[in-house]
């Protein structure tokens, strides 16, 4: 069996790992579908380094390879937040969105191809190192903010009695752990824009373009600098908290659109043939 | 925008304390600018969060509507009422109009209002001030590129210089126009070289029942699954450059594939030879000579007694078949005779034909390679035009057409288009053999061949003779490695499927796939394409006749002279012959790079240093 299939498996086994753990929480299938996924992780990283070493240059040369990424560095972030953070069901989200990401990937064209000269650079590694680590969180902000407008209409009189436990956090507190994955992530993918802006400068001679690539990830930037900032103004508008949490997960939604709509949507755009960058021109 | 100690929106308790100071701290600045009403707009949050909106939907237009296009184009797309709107709203150049460039000045005063107002001077500040003061300095240096940068391309061709460029624009017509640029220097290009990767190969199958195409692992000995179905591929040999020899063989006595080796003298000395197949290419042709040498293989003695004596073996002739009528009629080939099909609504036409389609000499110079014949079909329908071919009988089955129900076929144009001395040998299984010599239509002999026997050919000065028979013509096939180099290699690959195991050889320049026996799976070995893996030019730049700097560049790479940057942009896809620099020049640079480096900086310290920080001192005062 590929490599790339097992991994896909170990996702999958994870996420009913993580769905169990929902139904026992037990401390022994806590630790198993943590171990399961990162386990997955592994064999997603381990292809990663496979794939590198048998093509020659990094696994994100093409729509394929950087899916594969994706997943890997979705993953990732969602085991740091494991780790910092107690969490509950978003683990059975979690890896069925890496699985997702996997399952669009096989879809694409797998060969291995010679890299074009403009991608030879280390900013190029850079640029789509931090991209990567930031979609990954965006991701996972996703998934709490789902969860959160999921619970949201159940948990209206219930407020008064949330009790923690230790350091895990209630379901309904999960707007402000999307909040973290987003202050997490930003960092990254301002990064990502800079070193893509200092790179196009040095391969095509010009820092921004407005290059539809570009511009959309302009708009995924400001999508999220929006976020940050709204929170600022609810209060002077007289938006109860309530309401402006619901109004925040829905914005997060919307941005991980986005996100993928910029990653991976922008050959719908008319403008597409003009751009440098798109995946499928290459 | 984000305070110091505000940009968390869900807050603990001391933080929630330390924004009732801060805005107290605000509320007391603004009374002390007199609770100046432009001011306060100036600095608020909310029109930051207005702005960046705008700014989405900004952008989001700029990619759906076309950008920077000539407005022919416009009016071609979008008609030309919306290409006016576009034009007179900016909406055809979103990036550079004064809509756009007046909302990032806005950004520009909202971010400097919001930092002076929130300005203090402590350690944990530092990221909102730096993140801020960045984007200001990126708009700044942007503006200084939009106004003092220029940016263009030259083509230089190999051993010569330029001292211009040309930029691009849409003008105030909406046209495209080129504007020359001087440069204060020239640019000389020594050499430009295009440097190819290795070719790379790959194994695709592609199964027909599922239109699915997979690219397999080549690795000799493992054998794989194709995915999504039964069949499982074995590659047991690979040769980096392989030779596919091909040496004919007789396989049996049985006369399965009858074949002659015929060879052509002139005083003595070979002028032609080659084998000729009774069911394949039975023929060969000497257009110089007006020769042409045919072996027919009869059934039997009787049929080739019948047909020795007759001229023409074949009419040409075209068959009009309606399968669903139960129709199927013959024609003789007659140039532009209108024939009514007997019973039906049809009449067909033939307008022309040739002896080898797309051929563009005259009728008598071609070879008979592809004959086919131009036919009019009038129907209920209308007319319809098509090509017939000989030697692809289903073509019109596998191409559109107005009359699909219509199959037409025809037949005997190559035999029947005689040259003029037609050599024909005839052979039956009884092991009769006769040599027919015709010219200009008429028997002139009618003799028996024999083996290894030269005869004259009269008026070519000529002789032929046949040195050897197959009964069951085959080919051996041998692969042979001719190098250890990557050249033209090849695999052997064997294939498990419904029908059982195939194996042959599949070359790299094969045109062809090779299908396994149901005809589901097709393989194909290929050569992924010419890629490119490099391209440098070396470049020298010229001052008053002296050589000033000199930098071989590429992709990547560029030269730095006076302020002007030169990159590597692309080159002659034809001959490689001149080389695509672009010329740019961005004094904003260093500015729009320092907000860079703020911006990163200020992130960083926002949402990782500074809640690092935090934590560490309030653990410090639990303590």
Known sequence: ?282 | MKNGKQNQPHMTTEAKDDRKKTNQISINQSERRGSNKVWDFFCSVKLAVVIILVLVVACILGTVILQGRTLDEYTAKYGYTLATFFRITELNNVFYSYWFAFLLVLLCANLICCTIKRWRNTFMQTGFILTHLSLVLILVGGVVKFQLGVKGGVNVYEGKSVNYFLTQLINRQGKLDYVKKDLPFSIALDDFILEKNEPKFQLVSYIKNKDRQKILEVKVGQRQRVPGSGYKVTIKDYIPDAELKQEPVNTSDTPDNPAIFVKLLGSDKVTAEGWLLAHDRNYYEDKKQNLRVEYIWLSSQEELEKTVSSIETAHPKISVMISEQGLSQDYPMELNKTFKLEGTNYSIRMLQYVLNYGDRRPLAEQPTDNPSVQVEINGPDGSETRWVFEKFPDWDKMHPAKYKNLKITCSGIASGHMARNTIRLFQSPEGKQVMVSIKDNHITSAIPWELEKKYTIADLNHQIMVSNYFPSFDFKKEVIKKSDEVGMPAIFVEVEGPSGKVDDWLFSNQQYATWYTDNNLALVYESTGDSIKHFTSKLRIEENGQTVAEKTIRVNDPLTYKGYVIYQSSYDPEAGSFSGLQVVKDPGIPIVYAGFGALCFGVVFIFYIKPFLRKKSNKEVEE
């Open chain 1, 1 to 282: 069996m590929s490599l790339i299939n097992l991994t896909l498996i170990a996702y999958i086994v994870a996420s009913v790992a993580y769905i169990a753990r929902e139904v026992w929480m037990s401390v022994a299938i806590k630790w198993i579908s943590l171990g399961v996924f990162i386990l997955a992780f592994c064999f997603n990283l381990t292809w990663l380094i496979a794939r590198s070493i048998k093509a020659g240059h990094p696994p994100f040369s093409n729509l394929y390879e950087s899916l594969v990424f994706y997943a890997c560095c979705t993953a990732l972030v969602y085991i740091i937040f494991e780790f910092i953070y107690n969490f509950r069901v978003i683990g059975a989200l979690a890896s069925v969105l890496a699985m997702l990401i996997l399952l669009y990937a096989t879809l694409q064209d797998s060969s291995i191809r010679p890299i074009m000269p403009a991608l030879k650079s280390n900013w190029m590694l850079a640029h789509v190192i931090t991209y990567m680590l930031g979609y990954g969180a965006f991701g996972i902000s996703f998934i709490t903010s789902c969860i959160f407008l999921a619970v949201k209409p159940f948990a209206k009189n219930k407020k008064s009695n949330e009790v923690k436990k230790g350091n895990e956090i209630s379901l309904i507190n999960f707007d402000k752990l999307s909040y973290k994955l987003v202050a997490f992530g930003f960092p990254f993918l301002t990064l990502g824009i800079v070193t893509g802006a200092v790179w196009a400068k040095k391969a095509w001679g010009d820092y921004w373009s407005w290059d539809p690539k570009e511009t959309w990830s302009l708009i995924t930037w400001l999508a999220y600098l929006a976020y940050l900032h709204t929170p600022l103004i609810f209060p002077k508008m007289n938006i109860s908290k309530s309401k402006s949490s619901v109004i925040l997960a829905f914005w997060l939604l919307i941005s991980f659109g986005i996100v993928n709509f910029t990653f991976i949507g922008l050959n719908y755009l008319p403008s597409a043939a003009d751009s440098e960058h798109i995946y499928g021109s290459q």
